[in-house]
């Protein structure tokens, strides 16, 4: 799942571990695995200090090019222009681009260009502090909409953008940033589609080779370039940015798989950062990347799934949709049966209803908008449903769509060595989804790619660093957040030295910032004064969302529609 779902270096590791195999039939024997039981297929206990593996990793032909990189990027500077209209941002806004090696072990080799914005600093020239980039998650997230955060947004992003210039950029592969492929957008978003809870034998058959297919698509797409797109790449990227900037020093804001490219960056480049702030962080163990994530997100979004289950029912006077969870969920799986029986307005299948529904699990502000939605299509009026479900018929809605997706698959299957047998697959997601059916299914569909994966993978970086190595860190998590569980931010908290940890204790919404008034002011203390708490802070859960139904329900669902 896109993270909604997370690497470990030495001067190998970044380089392709090993080739993968061939893919398995998808209608015949399982393959050769090409994992051990630790999914992220870590080949063992690292030996020697600490600064033994710290000098590893920032060593070798990848650093030498990520400095001579950042040196070519530091002179040529980035060129700002008007945004071309494929990006849609208005003035002030300005656009550029930012070369960087494909494969940083050979710097003067074949380069792509990355789609960079902007929007300088609205205070005084006093208060100004440089860049400050942004990644939204992923993988496959386009940060280029950041720059009107602050106008647009207002909040706490209206008194940061007072002393920091916003960037935002696109990541390798992603929009217009060597655009990554692996199917025609019509038939990847074609609809309507079933999702079923216990998929059959022959449904598993056809899943498979559906993966198969989109695996070697990518394959043809990009050819050896394919292996290029690991988080180690993506933070030697933003280094080369950051020098295109004139910056010494890098401020970033990651959130979700931003926070791993982050934590990443603060690996490989510990003197280079000067604010760091993750929020809703991912866990960077190397055993949990990627595989084991994914399948730690299903419990996750099924106890998330229960919490607006209660909401909902705690209002069966605004909606009537039944006062136990227990009833709330026949509501929903009456709609979910008809939509397998005969699609809704003939383009809604269950597994569009579950996307639709999928977004509560990211964010409270959707949950009205939701319930208002199955209520109303209960009483006859399908109108609302069938506009929150409905997949854009826009064609750049689509392409936008695939390459996401395409970027999500070439991050995850290339960062690490993922089970090449189907038997641990279907094992492992058939014993999940026992008790945590609503999002396993669907999650391992979309991650079953990277079982026929064609191209190399790396091993996963051991992201850590030693005391006095980084400048205060600030990390913000919620208890209850699904996409990134809790203890993802409590493992980096204790990998980065000196890290702080700030928890919206109860709470579930996915990214905090801009949503608790407690996490706003820390936020705001960091970024403009340098100052942590200390090891960390308490804030108290944002309040329930209010009960509304009918138009302004549906207008909340659109504008709070989270990024995955």
């Given at each position: 799942m896109v993270v909604g779902g997370v690497l470990a270096l030495t001067a190998a590791s970044v380089a392709p571990a090993t080739a993968s195999p061939a893919p398995p039939s998808p209608e015949g024997a399982p393959g050769a695995s090409g994992a051990s039981d630790a999914p992220g297929g870590l080949p063992g206990t690292l030996s020697g200090t600490l600064d033994d593996v710290l000098s590893g990793v920032r060593a070798g032909p990848e650093a030498r090019g990520a400095a001579k990189a950042a040196r070519a990027a530091a002179s040529a500077g980035v060129d700002w222009k008007k945004c071309p209209p494929v990006e849609k941002l208005p003035a002030p806004v300005r656009c550029g681009t930012v070369s960087v090696p494909v494969d940083?072990?050979?710097?003067?080799?074949?380069?792509?260009?990355?789609?960079?914005?902007?929007?300088?600093?609205?205070?005084?020239?006093?208060?100004?502090?440089?860049?400050?980039?942004?990644?939204?998650?992923?993988?496959?997230?386009?940060?280029?909409?950041?720059?009107?955060?602050?106008?647009?947004?207002?909040?706490?992003?209206?008194?940061?953008?007072?002393?920091?210039?916003?960037?935002?950029?696109?990541?390798?592969?992603?929009?217009?940033?060597?655009?990554?492929?692996?199917?025609?957008?019509?038939k990847f978003t074609k609809g309507p589609s079933d999702s079923p809870l216990h998929p059959s034998?022959?449904?598993?058959?056809?899943?498979?080779?559906?993966?198969?297919?989109?695996?070697?698509?990518?394959?043809?797409?990009?050819?050896?370039?394919?292996?290029?797109?690991?988080?180690?790449?993506?933070?030697?990227?933003?280094?080369?940015?950051?020098?295109?900037?004139?910056?010494?020093?890098?401020?970033?804001?990651?959130?979700?798989?931003?926070?791993?490219?982050?934590?990443?960056?603060?690996?490989?480049?510990?003197?280079?950062?000067?604010?760091?702030?993750?929020?809703?962080?991912?866990?960077?163990?190397?055993?949990?990347?990627?595989?084991?994530?994914?399948?730690?997100?299903?419990?996750?979004f099924e106890r998330r799934w229960n919490d607006w289950k209660k909401w909902v029912a705690s209002h069966h006077s605004v909606y009537k949709l039944g006062k136990s969870p227990r009833a709330v969920q026949r509501a929903y799986d009456a709609v979910r049966d008809a939509a397998d029986r005969s699609p809704l307005g003939a383009r809604i299948g269950s597994k569009e209803l579950y996307e639709a529904y999928l977004d509560v699990g990211y964010d409270d502000s959707v949950w009205a908008g939701q319930a208002s939605a199955l209520s109303a299509f209960r009483k006859g009026r399908p109108k609302e449903l069938l506009t929150l479900a409905s997949s854009s018929s826009d064609k750049e809605a689509a392409v936008e769509e695939e390459n996401g997706n395409a970027v999500y698959n070439a991050v995850q299957c290339s960062d690490a060595a993922w089970p090449r047998d189907w038997s641990r697959w279907d094992r492992d997601n058939t014993a999940l989804a026992r008790k945590a059916p609503f999002n396993t299914w669907e999650n391992a569909w979309m991650n079953l790619p990277c079982a026929y994966w064609r191209s190399a993978h790396a091993r996963p970086l051991d992201v850590r660093t030693a005391p006095g190595e980084l400048p205060p860190v600030l990390l913000l998590a919620a208890t209850r957040d699904a996409a990134t569980p809790y203890g993802g931010a409590q493992e980096t908290h204790r990998r980065l030295a000196g890290s702080s940890l700030v928890t919206e204790r109860g709470a579930g919404t996915h990214g905090v910032t801009g949503g608790n008034k407690c996490a706003d002011a820390h936020l705001r203390t960091y970024l403009l004064e340098g100052k942590t708490p200390g090891d960390g802070a308490e804030c108290a859960g944002r309040p329930a969302p209010e009960p509304v139904a009918?138009?302004?329900?549906?207008?909340?669902?659109?504008?709070?529609?989270?990024e995955k």
């Open positions: 940083y072990a050979e710097p003067d080799g074949e380069k792509i260009k990355l789609t960079v914005s902007r929007t300088a600093a609205t205070g005084p020239k006093g208060k100004r502090q440089g860049p400050l980039l942004y990644n939204p998650g992923g993988p496959g997230g386009s940060g280029m909409t950041f720059p009107l955060f602050g106008a647009g947004i207002g909040g706490v992003w209206k008194k940061l953008h007072e002393s920091y210039d916003f960037v935002g950029y696109a990541p390798r592969g992603v929009g217009r940033s060597a655009p990554l492929s692996c199917q025609d957008p019509k034998a022959a449904y598993k058959r056809k899943m498979r080779g559906k993966a198969a297919a989109y695996a070697s698509g990518c394959a043809r797409a990009q050819g050896d370039r394919l292996r290029h797109y690991t988080t180690p790449d993506n933070a030697r990227d933003l280094d080369v940015v950051r020098a295109a900037l004139g910056a010494k020093k890098l401020n970033f804001f990651g959130v979700s798989y931003g926070t791993y490219i982050g934590s990443v960056y603060a690996t490989l480049f510990p003197s280079h950062v000067r604010r760091l702030v993750l929020d809703s962080v991912v866990d960077p163990r190397a055993e949990k990347v990627w595989y084991r994530a994914n399948l730690e997100q299903n419990p996750a009918g138009a302004k329900a549906a207008k909340r669902t659109r504008a709070g529609s989270p």
